[in-house]
């Protein structure tokens, strides 16, 4: 059945044949939809084609097809955050995640709504790390992997000078010997309320976090990964 006017997100596109494309899209009411866009070489195609770029928000129609859908028609609704360094890397991990982590034709509305959002936050540079932070956490919390970020398994309430190591399966669980991986409760405690935590604990989030998204990931790491801690080491210190 012809899906029609589908508010859906582009996530990924790829080169298909001469004059064809496959786009990855994320639609609000389909989940992950993967379409064929024929002949958008064609002067007819080409604002189409011009839409389909990554980060732009769409309505589309399309004929589903066993894995592939044809695309029929695509709209842009507004223009495509103009992003570039690090905010550019961070929008490609997002999709990267979303790609990784989403099932085709799985329908997550609030991981639509998710994306929406933070398609609108990456912009501010200065506030990257928490956006980012914030993202991972509800992410996992749409896709049903979210964690008991204030308490331990058993109820008991973080203690905010205590450190803690995160299960990817049970949440916090204290952590004496103070491992690789360990962090504050006061970082968890700040996430769990939405509350962005100085910069030393908000730093803490990242590796505790990309070890639970490492569980659900798999063996294969994100390549985005690699390419934000390069982004990382060449960044100029600020003086």
Request: neutral net charge.
């Amino acid at each position: 059945m012809r899906v029609e006017d589908q508010p859906a997100f582009v996530l990924h596109t790829r080169p298909w044949r001469e004059t064809s494309l496959i786009a990855e899209l994320l639609t609000r009411d389909h989940g992950r939809v993967a379409v064929v866009g024929r002949g958008l070489s064609s002067p007819k195609k080409r604002v189409q084609r011009a839409a389909l770029q990554p980060f732009q928000r769409l309505r589309v129609d399309y004929l589903p097809r066993g894995e592939m859908a044809r695309l029929i028609q695509a709209e842009a609704v507004d223009t495509a955050p103009a992003l570039s360094g690090e905010p550019l890397m961070a929008a490609f991990y997002v999709n990267e995640l979303l790609l990784r982590l989403c099932a085709r034709h799985d329908a997550q509305t609030p991981v639509f709504d998710l994306y929406a959002r933070v398609r609108g936050e990456l912009d501010v540079p200065e506030s990257l790390a928490w956006v980012l932070r914030r993202f991972e956490r509800d992410l996992l919390e749409a896709l049903g992997y979210g964690l008991p970020w204030a308490h331990t398994e058993d109820g008991e309430r973080l203690d905010p000078a205590s450190q803690y190591r995160l299960d990817p399966e049970h949440g916090p669980i204290r952590d004496l010997r103070r491992g690789e991986l360990s962090i504050s409760g006061a970082a968890l405690l700040a996430l769990a309320e939405d509350r962005r935590p100085e910069s030393e604990l908000l730093g803490s989030l990242r590796p505790a976090l990309r070890n639970v998204l490492a569980a659900h990931l798999g063996a294969q790491p994100l390549k985005s990964w690699g390419m934000l801690g390069e982004l990382a080491r060449i960044k100029p210190s600020p003086r």
